[in-house]
């Protein structure tokens, strides 16, 4: 007699309403940490989402490959790393333990991949040849600059929106060695207080977007699944990742997905140690249990801003005590909610409505959702 195998379909995720389908291997590539600081909700908030992405992922039965990258070379880390008299690797290295810390205690996997930007000069310095070889980019005075004049109209921005997020995020627009303020520095000539390497443009440094090219190419090719980040990091950042990328290797759209986390602000504001505004994730863990601030962060739209109340962790946890009395209840449950949990899932992630039905189902499918969501 022969033996009848059921398979399942193929399975998909619904991300910002892209549907990606995918087999068994799913490559996510999230823009990690610059650690010149300490860790705050909002970071928290981002990586706590990557990390269910992941779950939810492994759920749907697909394998997922997470790269998180450290953005150990970067202008403020060197002048954070000088103010405390450090190298700015050794600075980088050792603030990294209370983030690290902190996101075990938040259940927060580590990832597959950790690159650190310092390691990939070298494929930096390919990506830049790669770019001056098609004229995406140029060289002059030193550097290397990536042709930005239509990053504006590629990310759908008003031309004056884009120079004032390129100048809030470094880009230097008033730069006068560029032919157009939206260039960047795919290589950044050499300047005092920061550290230096030789290329064929003289001493100088990766720039901050093409180091993340270099690490997210090195790690999964010249393509991703999904690559996810802070919505802050949509533009400039993200928006030069995938243009340089694309011309780099002819390959379109350098990404399948992408999951920009909505920013955390407090009384509408966003959370900035200028504006002395941070709330800890330290802190916080220890004054409530890591689940309930888990909870918070994933019990809403992953890509809606909301702004931080500390009654928000209160409800959170009324919440998760719900779904804790609903998995202790001995009913055998329905099993088709796993099902609709996992489509559910499946579409953008809508974590309150999957929620809701394991609390009502209760049992096996609300233990099975405590287990995805990482809230265990
Ligand atoms: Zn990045």
Redesign the pocket.
């Known amino acids: 007699m022969a033996r009848i195998h059921t398979v399942g379909g193929a399975p998909a995720a619904v991300i910002a309403g892209q549907r990606v389908e995918l087999l068994d291997r799913a490559r996510v ?4 940490i610059t650690p010149y600081d300490v860790t705050h909700l909002g970071h928290a908030a981002t990586f706590a989402w990557v990390d269910t992405l992941g779950r939810v992922l492994r759920f749907l039965g697909v394998d997922p490959e997470v790269c998180r ?1 450290v ?1 150990d070379v970067d202008d403020v880390l060197d002048a954070a790393a000088s103010r405390a008299g450090a190298a700015y690797d050794t600075f980088a290295a050792i603030q990294q333990f209370p983030f690290e810390r902190d996101m075990t205690a938040l259940n927060v996997r580590l990832p597959e991949h950790e690159p650190r930007a310092h390691r990939y000069v070298a494929q930096v310095i390919r990506l830049a040849s790669g770019l001056l070889d098609v004229g995406a980019a140029y060289a002059r005075e030193g550097s290397v600059y990536f042709r930005g004049a239509g990053m504006a109209s590629r990310a759908g921005l008003e031309r004056a929106e884009a120079l004032r997020l390129s100048g809030e995020y470094a880009g230097r627009p008033d730069d006068p060695a560029k032919d157009d303020p939206l260039d960047v520095a795919v290589w950044q000539a050499s300047e005092a207080g920061h550290p230096a390497w030789d290329s064929p443009w003289g001493p100088g440094r990766p720039g ?2 093409a ?2 090219v270099a ?2 190419m090195s790690v999964f090719g010249p393509a991703v699944d999904i ?1 996810a ?1 802070g919505a802050d ?1 949509r533009f400039p ?2 928006a030069y ?1 995938a243009a340089m990328a694309e011309a780099f290797t002819g390959v379109r759209p350098y990404a399948r997905a992408w999951l920009h986390a909505g920013i955390v602000t407090i009384g509408g504001a966003k959370m900035a140690k200028s504006a002395g505004n941070l709330v800890l994730l330290e802190e916080l863990l220890a004054a409530h249990p890591a689940a309930a601030i888990r909870l918070m962060i994933l019990d809403r739209p992953w890509a809606q801003s909301w702004d931080y109340q500390p009654g928000l962790i209160d409800a959170a946890a009324a919440r998760l005590e719900s779904l804790y009395k609903a998995a202790g209840r001995t009913v055998s449950g329905d099993p088709a909610a796993v099902d609709e949990m996992r489509r559910l899932l499946a579409a953008d992630l809508d974590v309150p409505a999957a929620l809701d039905l394991a609390i009502e189902t209760g049992g096996g499918p609300a233990r099975t959702l405590a287990g995805v969501l990482g809230l265990t």
């Open positions: 590539y999230a823009c990690g990258n953005t901050w977007h180091g993340c690490m997210a690559h980040g990091l950042h993200h990742h």
